[in-house]
């Protein structure tokens, strides 16, 4: 997988030191973007999740049908974790189109092989960029933040067909940890379970559907984690579907997570599930203000020893505005939060009942 | 924003500065298309067309009047909207950007050389390319 990352790297970032115009007619272009993000809470400690963001995008047309992708990042994790997460994503993809198929008439497809996004939830694709991502802090109890290298990237491969407006997406690759402590602690509360992973212990299937007619789209993936050899395979599924024209954003997404029976129509006694939703409205042609509530439960590490239930259900009402100059994006966004273990793994026994939590971020695009 | 437009599209080799005359009489095609597709093919998110051909698309500068009015006639949306979903496209990974020219003569040059491209000039008429043949596209609404 090392030889695939060097290949990668060195198909993209060898054109990328003599083309660097993005307005020039070529194949390759290079669009990027610097900013900081910052947060302040009302319950003590050290704020969560403040970093510079800065990153570049390179896209690389080879042929008609080959492409790579590189997204390149400096975030929480390429800052704490290692340079290997400045690499966002990298890929290349084959693409084409199977044409007189009866009654489809055609069927697009592509294969794609490095560094991959995932699919998850209906903005996994979306948050690694400061820009695109809902909010200042997406819900949280779809989007974890401590897991966000996880649900998000892999080594391996992905296939996708599209039917009409559905598209439908099989991947298999070796998953990222950010720091297996806490990943760890993120999934169980208690520090015991050591993340190994290799390849094909990560798999996700999604079906998606959106159509061009509509300002409407509907995603669904279901996920599976094998954390090493000695732990049962953890599963997530997702829902989610969106409204989103020129004036408004409706949103609701389910996450369930599944850990010691599979079987997702035959026991709920360890189902674990978050919800979100979120009602957003252009006030004017750059501004957006939204309001979501998140909540994630949990009825099954409750019971364990040491962990209460104000760390594992916990809930996240916070009102926000996205607003733009130019090139220029800038955002604010007020929590009210019930628990939180989520948000603060390091910190997961560190309970307060509710507390607030104000988040800003500002990025610029070139 | 009617949500069907009927576009009639004519064949011609070399556009005119009274190609709008000339498209009366030289009609070789008429077509439907809505606007929800001409705005999943300028965001990025189609980037084939039917038959299965690599969809380039050309604009003029992000901040230019003509991308604006271009956007405000055809697409109906306002820039701040059209880079976001543009941006939601590209930094995702599914999709490769667009190509941005200064001028209509760089656009008819971009069109003329790039198979199956499309674009749109100054006047708010829409381009593209078959088969190395530009093509010229005028609207009307219903």
Do not use: C
């Not at chain 1, 694709?125 to 974890?144: E, F, H, K, L």
């Not at chain 1, 290799?198 to 995603?219: A, C, K, L, S």
């Amino acid at each position: 997988m090392n030889n695939l990352k060097g290949l990668l790297f060195a198909m993209v970032l060898t054109p990328s030191l003599v083309l660097a115009h993005s307005h020039d007619i070529s194949t390759f272009d290079i669009k990027s973007y610097v900013g900081f993000k910052y947060f302040v809470s009302s319950n003590g400690g050290e704020p969560i999740e403040s970093y510079p963001e800065a990153g570049m995008l390179l896209n690389w047309e080879m042929t008609e049908n080959f492409h790579t992708f590189v997204q390149l990042g400096l975030n929480r994790d390429g800052v704490e974790h290692g340079l290997e997460h400045l690499l966002i994503y990298g890929f290349t993809d084959y693409s084409n189109t199977i044409t007189n198929i009866p009654l489809i008439n055609t069927m697009p497809f592509r294969i794609s092989v490095g560094k991959l996004k995932h699919e998850f939830g209906l903005y996994s694709d979306r948050i690694s960029n400061p820009t695109t991502r809902p909010g200042v802090m997406p819900p949280q109890a779809i989007y974890w933040n401590a897991l966000t290298t996880t649900l998000t990237s892999g080594y391996g491969f992905k296939a996708e067909i599209w039917l009409g407006d559905f598209n439908f997406g099989y991947t298999m690759d070796k998953y990222i940890t950010a720091d297996k402590k806490v990943e760890s602690l993120t999934w169980t509360g208690v520090d015991f379970i050591d993340m190994d992973p290799t390849f094909g212990n990560h798999r996700v299937i999604n079906v998606n559907w959106e159509p061009d007619e509509y300002d409407v789209r509907m995603r669904s993936s279901l996920t599976s984690i094998k954390l090493n050899d000695d732990v049962d395979t953890i599963q997530m599924l997702t829902i989610g579907v969106e409204y989103d024209n020129s004036n408004w954003l409706l949103s609701g997404e389910v996450l369930g997570v599944k850990s010691k029976d599979l079987s997702w129509l035959a026991d709920f006694s360890d189902l674990r599930y978050g919800l979100s939703g979120t009602i957003g409205k252009m006030v004017m042609d750059n501004m957006q203000i939204y309001f979501n509530y998140n909540t994630y439960l949990n009825s099954h590490i409750g019971d364990m020893p040491g962990v209460n239930d104000n760390v594992t259900d916990w809930s996240d009402f916070n009102i926000g505005t996205v607003y733009e100059i130019g090139d220029l994006d800038m955002r604010l966004e007020v929590h009210r939060i019930y628990g939180g273990r989520l948000q603060q793994p390091k910190d997961w026994d560190r309970t307060s009942n509710s507390w607030w939590l104000i988040g800003t971020s500002m990025t610029y695009q070139f | 924003m009617k949500t069907f437009i009927r576009l009639f599209i004519a064949s011609i080799l070399m556009l005119k500065p009274s190609y709008a005359s000339d498209l009366v009489h030289s009609q070789s095609l008429t077509i439907d298309y809505t606007v929800s597709t001409l705005k999943a093919i300028f965001t990025r998110k189609t980037t084939f067309w039917d038959g299965g051909k690599r969809i380039t698309v050309f604009i003029k500068p992000m901040n230019s009047i003509e991308h604006s009015v271009f956007l405000t006639n055809w697409l109906g949306m306002t820039k701040y909207r059209y880079k976001k979903l543009l941006n939601i496209n590209i930094y995702s990974g599914r999709n490769t950007n667009v190509k941005i020219v200064d001028s209509d003569a760089e656009m008819l040059l971009a069109l003329q050389s790039t198979p199956f491209a499309v674009g749109y000039l100054t006047d708010g008429a829409l381009v593209y390319n078959i088969d190395g043949e530009i093509k010229l596209i005028v609207v009307f609404y219903e």
